[in-house]
């Protein structure tokens, strides 16, 4: 017969020293766990809340946490290992009021924005009462810590939770972009705008902001940035069921004050024919908002991306033809020139014949690898 591998003959409380390489380096995480409670790191947990289960029919490790607040909450955190090389960060909440509510805000939604703010990539689930994690061997201890000093330093009042106030407000432009997202990849994969690639597309969301974002760096200088969907300073942030913002934002890092001030310069010049261009294609269903740095559309939610291609159908053969209005010249080199001429006791010119410097193509688009929402059917 099969044997039952979720059968409680299998559970050990304690991982042995031949267990695989994975899970002795989560028996690694646990001590370091136990340790950290031992010696009072994180209020609320000891390491009486601490437990162990490994599974000896088929080396799966699970570590969980688990404590109650003074609300009477339940709050359980879990390291999860399975077969092959995935590993999951859990966290689960429990409980409810004592007053006569049909719902009440979760906590782990709010929890789950303070993850992303960390760049920790947690989702949804157990009817919002939850939160699943994606991780591996060199992040799970971390996730899990990070969660217990979130939550451990964060009990919310009882009134919190009877609170109408909105945790997150971009849902629905989330979801939405989640469904533009690969037609924007497909279109970039035959070639509609050059130098893109379906990977240079990436999709962004934190507290403040649900965006696609394309961005052209030169790695040293600046950033411009393209972007798609609703940050909380958006023009309709209330109304985010029906508009989306498109936006152009530079982004000025150069290295020394001269050169922050040229890449400005060229950069306003740049926008204010942008600006002008833009006046022709967008004069239909789309407010544009004129910036002497960039500018910002809005329009209907159900004609973005119709009106983003576009607005990257003009920009970006703009941005490769877009022509320097005078050559940078680097004080380094002015200083040369000065002693030059006191070493030569004469008057030295610098040249500035040369081909027009089209100053916005000597960077590249950002890539990063994307995690694609795949699911039919909107969840908010």
Aim: with cysteine; aromatic share 14%.
């Amino acid at each position: 017969m099969t044997p039952n591998p979720d059968s409680p003959k299998f559970i050990r409380h304690e991982i042995p020293d031949n267990a695989s390489v994975r899970a002795l380096r989560l028996r690694e995480d646990y001590n370091l766990l136990r340790a950290n409670m031992e010696a009072c790191v994180w209020h609320h947990i000891t390491s009486d809340c601490l437990r162990l289960y490994y599974n000896t029919n088929d080396g799966r490790v699970r570590i969980t946490v688990g404590f109650t607040d003074k609300n009477k909450h339940s709050h359980t955190f879990s390291i999860l290992s399975y077969r092959g090389k995935r590993l999951q960060c859990e966290y689960e909440f429990e409980g409810g009021v004592d007053a006569p509510v049909v719902s009440f805000r979760s906590y782990a939604e709010w929890l789950m924005l303070q993850l992303w703010q960390y760049e920790i990539d947690a989702e949804l689930c157990k009817c919002d009462r939850g939160l699943v994690i994606s991780a591996d061997l060199d992040t799970a201890y971390d996730v899990m810590s990070k969660m217990l000093d979130i939550v451990t330093n964060n009990i919310k009042p009882i009134d919190w939770f009877l609170s109408k106030e909105p945790v997150w407000q971009f849902y629905r432009t989330y979801y939405d972009l989640c469904k533009m997202l690969p037609l924007l990849q497909a279109e970039a994969s035959r070639g509609r705008w050059k130098d893109v690639t379906p990977e240079n597309f990436r999709l962004v969301r934190n507290v403040d902001c649900a965006l696609i974002c394309l961005d052209y760096t030169d790695n040293r200088n600046y950033t411009m940035q393209f972007r798609l969907g609703m940050t909380k300073t958006g023009f309709a942030v209330e109304r985010t069921d029906k508009f989306m913002d498109m936006f152009y934002h530079f982004e000025n890092h150069a290295p020394n004050d001269e050169l922050r001030a040229y890449f400005d310069k060229e950069n306003r010049e740049f926008s204010n024919i942008a600006n002008i261009m833009l006046e022709i294609s967008f004069s239909w269903k789309a407010l544009l908002f004129h910036s002497d740095d960039g500018f910002y559309i809005n329009t209907y939610r159900k004609n973005a991306f119709q009106k983003y291609c576009l607005m990257l159908d003009w920009i970006i053969p703009f941005k490769n033809r877009y022509e320097a209005t005078e050559l940078y010249i680097a004080p380094e080199l002015l200083e040369t020139k000065k002693r030059l001429e006191a070493s030569l006791s004469t008057d030295l010119e610098i040249s500035k014949e040369q081909e027009p410097d089209l100053i916005f193509t000597h960077g590249h688009f950002i890539e990063t690898p994307i995690d694609e929402d795949s699911s039919d059917e909107c969840p908010f």
